[in-house]
């Protein structure tokens, strides 16, 4: 008798997460028109959602991968990071909070155009925001101590950044060259009037040796 009331509260709280679930999906679909204005919302907190954002950048809801990419790209809209770290799905009446392993987005494809100065460098995310590295969008590189290597990161908007996909950061400092920044020798890359250091020249000139 215990065991068959146990599985009817797991059944009933998995249907109340089920039925949260779309009635969230169902505001969001109503704000969510393009990147929603949700810097400009306060609703109150309502507790977290059992959704996850892997480092790969899949989205899983109750543990299982969410296989929808219009559903993905709907939820992206209305995601906000806030001061506390902490990142949220936010409508106009409600905040709940999901986890995030890494950054939220991933960059998946990228073009230059122009050079020098005026280069220009456009990111793909995977869940179709367009991103030009500038003012407004600035490069970030984070050593990746475990590996020796390095992670580049986009801001996107808000808070909200995108991981430079490895393939994709491969290709990225292609077009990287040696800048002169405070006058140290930096490995950088340039888009719209600004220079990212991705690490001394030295020691790019140690990995490489």
């Known amino acids: 008798m215990t065991e068959r009331s146990e599985h009817r509260e797991q059944n009933l709280t998995g249907a109340t997460e089920a039925r949260g679930l779309e009635a969230l999906i169902s505001r969001a679909t109503r704000a969510g028109k393009g990147a929603a204005p949700v810097e400009r ?5 309502c507790g977290d959602l059992d959704m996850e954002i892997k480092q790969d950048g899949t989205w899983f809801y109750l543990g299982t991968p969410i296989g929808r990419m219009p559903l993905v790209q709907l939820f992206s809209t209305v995601l ?9 799905l936010v409508t106009p009446v409600e ?5 995030v392993v890494d950054a939220p987005f991933i960059a998946v494809e990228l073009d230059v155009s122009g050079a020098g100065a005026g280069q220009i460098i456009t990111f793909r995310t995977n869940v ?9 969008h600035p490069l970030r ?3 990746e101590n475990e590996t020796g290597g ?4 986009v ?8 991981l430079v996909a490895r393939p994709v950061m491969y290709e990225l400092v292609e077009h990287g060259e ?3 920044i405070g006058g140290k020798t930096m490995f950088a890359v340039r888009s719209k009037g600004e220079v990212y250091p991705i690490m001394p020249a030295e020691k790019l000139k140690w990995l490489s040796a």
């Open 41 to 45: 919302w306060n609703p109150d907190f």
């Open 80 to 88: 906000r990071k806030d001061e506390d770290g902490r990142t949220y």
């Open 95 to 99: 905040r709940v909070g999901i986890r």
């Open 128 to 136: 179709g925001d367009v991103v030009e590295a500038g003012p407004g």
């Open 141 to 143: 590189f984070v050593d």
């Open 150 to 153: 390095l992670k580049p990161y």
């Open 155 to 162: 801001l996107v908007r808000g808070r909200l950044e995108a």
């Open 178 to 180: 040696e800048i002169d």
